[in-house]
């Protein structure tokens, strides 16, 4: 099973300022990583796969970049709507696995 | 717009069975596969199960649900479903159905809101 581990746990910034998000897998995944959203009481959201691609209707704020074991989601300028939890997620082999999340909340 | 609603939550005994349906709408169901995701309360999220299209091949998380959990579609009623056996204390969360994205497997694209189990002596 491979793992995936994100960091930091918790990110605290304020509107306006770059996030930057870190998952890491225990073995290559190559670019099969995807990115989520979640508010309290949502549903995820899919914002990015294939560890760079936006999905439908996601601002260009959010961005992806990395490969083999190394993985970073970047918000360029945080809205309020941004806070919340992102999950990493590999689909390179089964089981599909999730990372911790990082909570980015309001500083 | 593609609707995904799951029912069939609800307090269950320690050891008992429950079965969980995702109806669908707003897509060709079987065209794609589908999934079963969890969070139990305050944590993270957890992938359970995944089914192809047609409902041939099926995955299940290995440890935690094989061979008490059982999913299933009904690709004439665009219906999932997830069979739950033997429930335990652990199996406590919200399990959300969730579309496999077309242009890259094993992403959701789609959510539904998700559905409480709660297991308790």
């Known amino acids: 099973e491979i793992v995936l581990t994100q960091s930091p746990a918790t990110l605290s910034l304020s509107p306006g300022e770059r996030a930057t998000l870190s998952c890491r897998a225990s073995?290559?995944?190559?670019?099969?990583l995807a990115w989520y959203q979640q508010k309290p009481g949502q549903a995820p959201r899919l914002l990015i796969y294939?560890?760079?691609n936006r999905a439908t209707g996601i601002p260009a704020r959010f961005s992806g970049s990395g490969s083999g074991t190394d993985f970073t989601l970047t918000i360029s300028s945080l809205e309020p709507e941004d806070f919340a939890v992102y999950y990493c997620?590999?689909?390179?082999?089964?089981?599909?696995?999730f990372g911790g999340g990082t909570k980015v909340e309001i500083k | 717009e593609v609707q995904l609603l799951e029912s069939g939550g609800g307090l269950v005994q320690t050891g008992g069975s429950l079965r969980l349906s995702c109806a669908a709408s707003?897509?060709?169901?079987?065209?794609?596969?589908l999934n079963w995701v969890r969070q139990a309360p305050g944590k993270g999220l957890e992938w359970v199960s995944s089914?192809?299209?047609?409902?041939?091949?099926?995955?299940y998380a290995a440890d935690s649900v094989k061979g008490r959990f059982t999913i299933s579609r009904d690709n004439s009623k665009n219906t999932l479903f997830l069979q739950m056996n033997s429930l335990r204390a652990e199996d406590t969360a919200v399990y959300y159905c969730?579309?496999?994205?077309?242009?890259?497997?094993?992403?959701?694209?789609?959510w539904g809101q998700g559905t409480l189990v709660t297991v308790s002596s």
């Open positions: 073995q290559s995944v190559s670019s099969s």
């Open positions: 969730a579309k496999m994205a077309g242009y890259s497997g094993g992403y959701s694209d789609y």
């Open positions: 997620q590999q689909r390179s082999s089964w089981p599909l696995t």
């Open positions: 294939d560890a760079s």
């Open positions: 707003g897509f060709s169901f079987s065209n794609y596969a």
């Open positions: 089914i192809s299209g047609s409902g041939g091949t099926t995955y």
